[in-house]
């Protein structure tokens, strides 16, 4: 059975602002509350101050970007949390796009996969005490963390394309979707990661998609509800190769509207009244995937916190009946 997440849709500027989300976790069938990489107040921070305040619930990081901590922070940040909040940790890593490794590193990945692998290696040999380290291209770990009880860290691994698809199925426990049409992740994204789980003779990891949404409304525009939602995304080139993988047709002097109109019609991005988000959610389902967390971003973007709080009740009383 799927599971359905709620994602913090913002970036906080203040702790205290994700404690309705952790509320609605905490008092409904959600499952696990999430929030991507975030420049302002950052997610194990937010999550610690919440578990604090008494909202001790079961969080994912999707996906924080390996270029801003060593995997000793990153592994000791997650395994942290994990002894603060109780509960276990989804701590998903992703490269960023290549404008991102150029900011924080001397220059972009030559071979991010290798990057990726090597990242995700040394993390998870600190979080199982293993003393072997890694002595990589781009990764050196030679550290080890004290052993201690704590709930389990899963580590995910952000996946757009085969390439990735295939190393989260030959090292990751879960495999993070974001903007992924059902379609294509039943047609390229559980083969590729079906092949590196064989190929490493393990089990295939479980996998978490984000899924952007909103309810259709007679006062509400669905192309502006994607822009204010997704258009940057929309702008990356490994976005917009994922997609057009996925069947969108974006093409290279598409203006903005013409492919937020895209996106909704490739699946993309849902829109809908209730029944309808939940049958589209269940393509989802059938195509393999194990976790949707619902991304309105949008609506907070446009109609603020209030409305998403109520959107989310109705949702989530409508996906877990």
């Known amino acids: 059975m799927t599971a359905y997440s709620v994602l913090v849709p913002f970036m906080p500027r203040r702790p205290e602002q994700i404690l309705p989300y952790a509320g609605l976790v905490s008092w409904t069938n959600a499952e696990r509350l999430w929030q991507g990489q975030a420049l302002l ?4 921070q937010a999550f610690t101050y919440a578990a604090g305040a008494g909202f001790r619930v079961p969080v994912g990081l999707g996906v924080t970007l390996t270029g801003l901590r060593h995997p000793l922070e990153a592994a000791l940040q997650a395994r942290s949390l994990a002894m603060t909040t109780g509960h276990s940790v989804v701590a998903g890593f992703g490269p960023g796009g290549r404008h991102f490794q150029e900011a924080v590193r001397e220059k972009a990945y030559d071979k991010p996969l290798r990057a990726v692998r090597e990242y995700l290696v040394a993390v998870r040999k600190l979080l199982g005490q293993d003393i072997t380290g890694v002595e990589g291209e781009y990764v050196t770990s030679r550290a080890q963390l004290p052993a201690s009880p704590a709930p389990r860290v899963e580590l995910g691994l952000g996946v757009l394309r085969p390439g990735m698809a295939r190393l989260a199925g030959e090292l990751a426990d879960r495999a993070i979707t974001w903007l992924t049409p ?5 047609s390229t994204i559980v083969p590729s990661l079906r092949e590196g789980a064989e190929r490493a003779g393990r089990a295939v990891p479980r ?7 909103a309810l259709e409304d007679a006062e509400r525009d669905a192309v ?15 976005y917009i190769d994922m997609l057009n993988r996925a069947g969108a047709g ?7 509207d013409v492919r937020a109109r895209k996106l909704v019609d490739c699946g993309g991005f849902l829109y809908g009244p209730p029944a309808r988000l939940a049958e589209l959610c269940a393509a989802y389902t ?10 309105l971003t949008g609506i907070h973007g446009l109609y603020g916190q209030q409305a998403v709080l109520d959107e989310l009740r109705v949702l989530l009383g409508e996906f877990t009946r």
Do not use: C, W
Request: glycine fraction near 4%; charge should be negative; aromatic fraction near 4%.
């Open 250 to 256: 974006i093409a290279e002097d598409d203006g903005p």
């Open 224 to 238: 502006r509800t994607v822009l204010a939602s997704n258009q940057a995304h929309l702008t990356f080139p490994h």
């Open 182 to 186: 059902a379609d294509y992740v039943k």
């Open 286 to 295: 059938d195509a393999g995937v194990d976790e949707i967390v619902i991304n």
């Open 207 to 213: 996998i978490t998609a984000m899924v952007p949404m």
């Open 41 to 44: 107040v950052e997610p194990h």
